[in-house]
């Protein structure tokens, strides 16, 4: 309902336009000059809506509640932290949100469908073709080369492989990775690493990419220049993206900030970080 998801979680923290890119990263620059301009984001439709969604996980007879009733609201367009303790569910949570696990109770919308309605084959479909995964951990397959890496999406749905190795040639020039395009995963740099599995994540032009702490493992320059470039692509593509990172500085390029706590998203982490106000649940959307 289109009253309801209007109090959904906005942009409340606007990035300006030159923001989303770092110096000296020139794909980052590039992207930059599309920004998204922050009174669009906050007019933007809902993309994703998450509602009273909770997931438990029982081992023997212990039952750990991690997720308690997440309510979320993002729209198309913006670029959403997830912080929180290790532990805390923030992996559980970005499963959740993207369909890769289901959830014990709760609804998770997309564009208005209910994604959990769907048969197990219809949602490994919908989640190819409108989402886009990023993890800590590049997960990219050895024995191929970058270029085979990010147009193995397009192999996998069977497009034809010369289509596929375009699109792929086109994503590593955006991450600024042509020239690395014949190098293995073991020839790149754990940045590079992460920049093709960025590229990767993006081949079917998904209106939604989750990344789950994609700097995780990199040095803080590498990093910094990473979330660069993820911002300002998600800004040129118009993209939502939710990332989850342990990083605050990082998390403040973001559109907006919510701290998972208890099992619940808030506007404010545990020590009354930046981004909102107090004690006040993000995306709630009751009422
Ligand atoms: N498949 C599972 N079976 C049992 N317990 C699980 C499972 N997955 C996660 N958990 C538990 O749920 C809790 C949340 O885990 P999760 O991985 O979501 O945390 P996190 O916030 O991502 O942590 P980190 O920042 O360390 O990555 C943890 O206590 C974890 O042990
Ligand atoms: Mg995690």
């Given at each position: 309902?289109?009253?309801?998801?209007?109090?959904?979680?906005?942009?409340?923290?606007?990035?300006?336009?030159?923001?989303?890119?770092?110096?000296?990263?020139?794909?980052?620059?590039?992207?930059?000059?599309?920004?998204?301009?922050?009174?669009?984001?906050?007019?933007a439709p809902v993309l994703l809506a998450a509602a009273g969604v909770t997931r438990e996980f029982r081992i023997g007879e212990t039952r750990?509640?991690?997720?308690?009733?997440?309510?979320?609201g993002l729209r198309e367009g913006e670029i959403l932290?997830?912080?929180?303790?290790?532990?805390?569910?923030?992996?559980?949570?970005?499963?959740?949100?993207?369909?890769?696990?289901?959830?014990?109770?709760?609804?998770?919308?997309?564009?208005?469908?209910?994604?959990?309605?769907?048969?197990?084959?219809?949602?490994?479909?919908?989640?190819?073709?409108?989402?886009?995964?990023?993890?800590?951990?590049?997960?990219?397959?050895?024995?191929?080369?970058?270029?085979?890496?990010?147009?193995?999406?397009?192999?996998?749905?069977?497009?034809?492989?010369?289509?596929?190795?375009?699109?792929?040639?086109?994503?590593?020039?955006?991450?600024?990775?042509?020239?690395?395009a014949e190098h293995k995963p073991d020839e790149l740099s754990g940045g590079e690493q992460q920049r093709v599995a960025v590229a990767r994540s993006l081949f079917a032009a998904p209106a939604l990419v989750l990344a789950d702490e994609p700097t995780g493992n990199l040095d803080p320059a590498t990093a910094r220049g990473l979330h660069d470039l993820m911002y300002a692509l998600a800004r040129r593509h118009r993209q939502s993206w939710i990332v989850v990172t342990h990083n605050s500085e990082l998390a403040a390029l973001a559109d907006t900030r919510v701290w998972l706590v208890d099992g619940v998203l808030r506007r404010e982490g545990p020590a009354g970080g930046a981004g909102g106000r107090a004690g006040e649940r993000a995306g709630d959307i009751s009422g």
């Open positions: 309902m289109p009253s309801e998801t209007d109090k959904q979680v906005g942009a409340t923290v606007p990035a300006g336009p030159g923001d989303a890119a770092g110096p000296g990263d020139a794909a980052g620059r590039e992207a930059a000059r599309h920004p998204v301009a922050a009174s669009e984001v906050g007019e750990i509640e991690v997720l308690r009733g997440v309510d979320l932290a997830v912080l929180g303790a290790s532990g805390a569910g923030k992996s559980t949570l970005l499963h959740c949100l993207g369909g890769l696990d289901r959830p014990d109770a709760g609804s998770v919308r997309f564009r208005g469908q209910e994604i959990f309605s769907l048969a197990e084959r219809e949602l490994s479909r919908f989640r190819n073709r409108n989402m886009g995964f990023v993890f800590q951990f590049h997960h990219l397959m050895p024995e191929f080369t970058a270029e085979e890496n990010v147009m193995m999406p397009g192999l996998v749905a069977r497009q034809a492989p010369e289509a596929a190795r375009r699109r792929a040639r086109e994503l590593l020039a955006e991450v600024g990775l042509v020239d690395r």
